[in-house]
Nanobody, 133 residues
Framework: QVQLAESGGGLVQAGGSLRLSCAASGRTFSRDGMGWFRQAPGKEREFVAAIRWSGGTICYADSVKGRFTIARDNAKNTVDLQMNSLKPEDTAVYYC??????????????????????????WGQGTQVTVSS
């Protein structure tokens, strides 16, 4: 099984940037879809971004499009989330997650598939991001 460890969270002022990193260990995740989710206090976990195993399909929530960038390095077993122009509403615990089940080909290009919490079978412990106004 793969273990995930997020890092890079912290406190930043509105308009600032943070880069989150997720490192995988245990086995390579090079054939897994990877996603970032976040959960604010009292709210459900929500989709932020995802990337297909090949990197050929990249998906973002509307709330972060144009501000966040997801990227993966299969050789290093890492997936990063660059967050720019941060807003107070971005405050949450951010989680990295992996989907080791190979969906049928058409689904593997479908952002609606990657936005579902339930498809991910392994998760990191999360890292706190706090954006002050």
């Amino acid at each position: 099984q793969v273990q995930l460890a997020e890092s890079g969270g912290g406190l930043v002022q509105a308009g600032g940037s943070l880069r989150l990193s997720c490192a995988a260990s245990g086995r390579t995740f090079s054939r897994d879809g990877m996603g970032w989710f976040r959960q604010a206090p009292g709210k459900e976990r929500e989709f932020v971004a995802a990337i297909r195993w090949s990197g050929g399909t990249i998906c973002y929530a509307d709330s972060v499009k144009g501000r966040f960038t997801i990227a993966r390095d299969n050789a290093k077993n890492t997936v990063d989330l660059q967050m720019n122009s941060l807003k107070p509403e971005d405050t949450a615990v951010y989680y990295c997650a992996g989907d080791s089940v190979n969906p049928r080909l058409s689904l593997s290009y479908d952002c609606n598939y990657y936005a579902e919490v339930s498809i991910y079978d392994y998760w990191g412990q999360g890292t706190q991001v706090t954006v002050s106004s």
